[in-house]
């Protein structure tokens, strides 16, 4: 990891995409920074908590986003380019089911939470099934130029976007909105699948260290990128479980799709079902087979055979 | 590949999931099968076809499938399993944008045709553009107990899956909906991206094995598959480019994506629209990000950079 001459320390967060938000920083373009960001929680959530804990947790503190870094001569119209130069997640993170909140929220009302250390490159996340990490951040956004927005769902300016390959040695370009672009980032994920469907990932702080260039000959309407290497390369070592989702809805079919792939994961491997749904979280992805077989689309539900033992 | 003793031919086709189609073959479970298939237009488009022949092409010859095959004992609920052994397409495949149908119909109101020749294990789709052949059947599927279905959409007994990660060495499974199941397959393809945006692969005849077993301790309500190894490894080579879709709606999403990875590949490399459109459907995957942060979902349209030069 370079040392960077600019730092954002865990305390310097805010809880809305705004433009009202006074930077913390102001940095030329192609200016270094280094982000110490607390985890989604914004800190709430210890290595100690226990489920209990998910009941007085201050859901106006979540998802907070370390920042806003003004990146001088950024104009509205512009592109922000963010080099992903590395991403350091912390000793261990968490894992939950949120009453209300996933894909299957409705079959899964009870809260659920996951304590897991992480090593070096490894988790070991329920006995037997280790995940490799592959550290990146959920939140990477700038603000609109019109009214403050969440931090929870992404938008065209990017926001809580949790695509797991955003890690490090990729380039994401953000449409600028305001002056100064205004960025920020947060949600620190040590490993995730492709659709995060319980709604948490394994969830950490992170030290992320990112370039921020402003750049007038790319232009994108959304969040647009490109990796260094191959997708997932850490869990693509061997064979993978596959569940379709068949119908007209894309979201049923991804529900469908899950829900089976939770069973399976129960055959299997003898994994209860909360396991299994936090496990896919963490671990599995969605995928879209096709979207053009009308009137039925099919989504499936992949898990790497590679995490088990 | 191995001799199977059963033999289905390109003229034994039928052109629905149906139970009285009366089988080509009865075979015992456990039985390999082969399959001369013809391609998704039933042999009418040629090596030589130029756009013009889309317009008098037969639809309702289309996507038909080989078989179908009786395997004796098997009865409702019980469970199909196919081994796919091998696939070996044929020497040149054609992929098409066919008006009225596709991810981006209502933007690419003109029909389309290119054909490809194949090498052993690589096509030249467009000029210094090389993809990797990674041959499987978009139509896997067994007939239902009711009334006859079309053979275009697929349905929980599988169909026209167009899956491009059931190459050979995976297992699927398939609920058995009547007796002797009556499985077929067709619909080769030499090449295809997860979503098949434009509506058809690298379409190709297909010379295909399968061992079809009779399973009653695996239960599926819908296609299951097992995959022998890593997913999509021949284009996972490198770096990838990705464009999000965000918001509401899961199938606005991937539109969105896609039509801006389309604008991606006309600036990175010069791309015609209706070619970068093409391209996509057979080397391009979408994959569901985020499925979770309300009310708005990411759908990414990825594109793989080793195919190109």
Chains 1, 2 share one sequence.
Not at 66 to 92: M, N, Q, R, S
Not at 186 to 201: R, S, W
Not at 206 to 234: C, I, K, Q
Not at 244 to 262: E, N, Q, Y
Request: net charge negative.
């Amino acid at each position: 990891m370079s040392e960077s001459p600019f730092h954002v320390g865990r305390d310097q967060f805010h809880l809305a995409w705004d433009r009202a938000v006074e930077p913390v920083l102001s940095v030329a373009s192609g200016s270094e920074v280094a982000f110490d960001a607390l985890d989604a929680s914004c800190g709430q959530i210890t290595a100690d908590s226990t489920v209990a804990d998910l009941a007085t947790l201050d859901f106006s503190r979540v998802d907070q986003v370390a920042g806003p870094i003004f990146i001088e001569g950024a104009e509205p119209g512009d592109t922000l380019e963010v080099e992903l130069l590395d991403f350091t997640p912390g000793d261990w993170g968490w894992t939950a089911a949120i009453p209300g909140f996933g894909l299957l929220a409705d079959e899964f009302p009870d809260p659920a939470l996951r304590i897991t250390r992480l090593g070096e490159r490894i988790a070991e996340f329920l006995p037997g099934i280790r995940i490799p990490l592959a550290p990146f951040c959920g939140e990477l956004g700038v603000a609109p130029a019109g009214e403050a927005r969440s931090t929870i769902p992404p938008t065209e300016l990017g926001g809580n976007m949790d695509t797991r390959h955003l890690t490090a040695g990729s380039t994401l370009w953000l449409p600028v909105a305001v002056p100064g672009a205004l960025f920020s980032l947060g949600d620190g994920h040590a490993a995730q699948g492709d659709g995060e469907v319980c709604g948490t990932a394994i969830e950490t702080s992170m030290r992320a260290t990112v370039r921020l260039t402003v750049r007038r000959d790319v232009r994108v309407t959304a969040p647009e990128f490109r990796t260094a290497g191959p997708l997932g390369a850490s869990t693509n070592t061997a064979g993978w479980y596959a569940a379709d989702g068949v119908g007209p809805d894309l979201m049923k079919a991804a529900r469908d799709a899950t829900r089976r792939m939770i069973d399976r994961l129960g055959i299997e491997h003898g994994l209860a079902a909360i396991d299994a749904y936090l496990l896919l979280s963490v671990a599995g992805d969605l995928r879209i087979s096709e979207i053009v077989d009308q009137p039925n689309w099919i989504v499936t539900a992949y898990c790497p055979r590679s995490i088990f033992g």
